[in-house]
């Protein structure tokens, strides 16, 4: 009938804080626009990389005599994972150039979000400089930013040419200017910085085992189950990818083992806890318990998600103990993987398949077995 209320904003001193919010997340949502563009590059090369090294040992080439001729040669058919015709094949001319182009991608589409499509060129070239330069995952991370904002500035600072110009700000003033003032906050201040950062942390990620392998293990393996999918899951999960690119020529991730892990455990223990206390759970609940076990061996976190919501208090304490302790177990016992996601489906890649599974394994049924002595009895009508 017309008589709809119209509401008017109240012009409250508020309004900052909730801008200052905006941003902040903002922030967030331009990092995982810059990781689900760059992940299809990471995950089909980060597997053809890993089975080159398969079809190489399944040709007796992973042995003492082949490793130790890799490490003296710059020779690509003389270092183990590109000795054979088809691992060479897999792993240089598929696999590596795949791989070799997540960093500028990430770069790139950090950079789009911002700033749409004027900032894509800034930003793939600031990836490039950040692989060439040293500074690898980080750089690009910080270089995509960089140019995204870049961009931004030189938007506002060219609005008020004639619009005689219009034409030729997206083809000739931003892409140069933000190519030029992005390439030189790389070269002078970023590249610099962050190299030295990505190189100690390369080192320290190549060096790890037993207690400091561990111990990350569990704090990353603990974080993926937090908030299965939110901005902590993302945190480990984006460091665990970052860390593959400095591991895959020593036969892959230790943090990325212990992030899979970790995020493999809260759909499976809550199968588990649903196959083994029924009388704990709903009809609906377990039904969908069932779909779980394919969820959770598929690495997908995300479906533990409804049964969280609705009872948090129990469901995320035992989800994050059990991943926690598979993501040790991995550091523990030194697992490494080359692939960032496929779960059971790229474990066979990892260097110990057996002993990852038992990790996985043990931190879902101690996650499973406290979900059953938490989570109280339904009373039957």
């Known amino acids: 009938d017309g008589k709809a209320p119209i509401f008017h904003a109240s012009g409250s001193s508020t309004a900052s804080s909730e801008t200052s919010s905006s941003e902040k997340k903002g922030l967030y949502k331009h990092l995982l626009s810059g990781v689900s563009y760059m992940l299809p590059l990471v995950i089909s090369g980060g597997i053809l990389i890993a089975l080159a090294f398969l079809v190489d040992t399944l040709a007796g080439k992973g042995n003492a ?28 001319q598929i696999g590596g150039v795949a ?27 600031a990836g490039a ?26 938007v506002k600072a060219l609005a008020n040419l004639p619009k005689s110009l219009n034409g030729l700000k997206m083809i000739l003033f931003y892409p140069v200017l933000s190519v030029l003032m992005t390439g030189l906050g790389m ?18 990620l190549i060096s790890m085992s037993g207690a ?11 974080m993926m189950a937090i ?9 480990a999960y984006v460091f665990g990818v970052g860390s593959l690119a400095a591991t895959l020529s020593s036969g892959g991730s230790i ?36 779909s779980n076990y394919v969820m959770g061996l598929s690495f997908i976190t995300e479906g533990a998600i409804p049964y969280a919501a609705a ?32 779960g059971i489906l790229v474990m066979v890649l990892s260097n110990n398949f057996l002993l990852y599974l038992v990790a996985v394994i043990i931190g879902s049924i101690i996650s499973a077995l406290i979900l059953g002595a938490l989570k109280p009895v339904i009373k039957k009508d």
């Open 227 to 235: 908030d299965m999918g939110g901005p902590v899951n993302k945190a």
């Open 255 to 290: 943090p990325m083992a212990a992030v899979m892990a970790g995020g493999m455990v809260p759909p499976i223990a809550i199968a588990l806890a649903s196959t083994l206390f029924k009388n704990k759970f709903t009809e609906q609940e377990r039904e969908a318990g069932l």
């Open 212 to 222: 400091s392998a561990a111990l990350l293990g569990l704090i990353l393996g603990g």
């Open 311 to 342: 009872d948090p208090k129990t469901i995320i304490p035992a989800s994050v103990v059990g991943s926690a302790i598979a993501g040790g177990l991995t550091g523990l016992f030194n697992i490494k993987i080359p692939a960032p996601h496929g």
């Open 99 to 125: 791989f070799d182009l997540f960093i500028p991608v990430l770069g790139g589409y950090i950079a789009y979000s911002i700033s749409e499509r004027a900032g894509l060129t800034a930003g793939l070239v």
């Open 187 to 204: 070269v002078l201040v970023l590249n610099p910085i962050v190299s030295i950062i990505n190189t100690g942390l390369n080192n320290w």
């Open 129 to 154: 400089m950040a692989k060439a330069g040293g500074s690898g995952f980080l750089g690009a991370l910080a270089g995509g930013f960089l140019a995204g904002y870049v961009v931004k500035f030189l």
């Open 65 to 92: 005599e082949s490793l130790a001729k890799s490490v003296n040669t710059d020779d690509p058919r003389q270092i183990y994972g590109s000795i054979t015709t088809l691992a060479y094949i897999l792993k240089v």
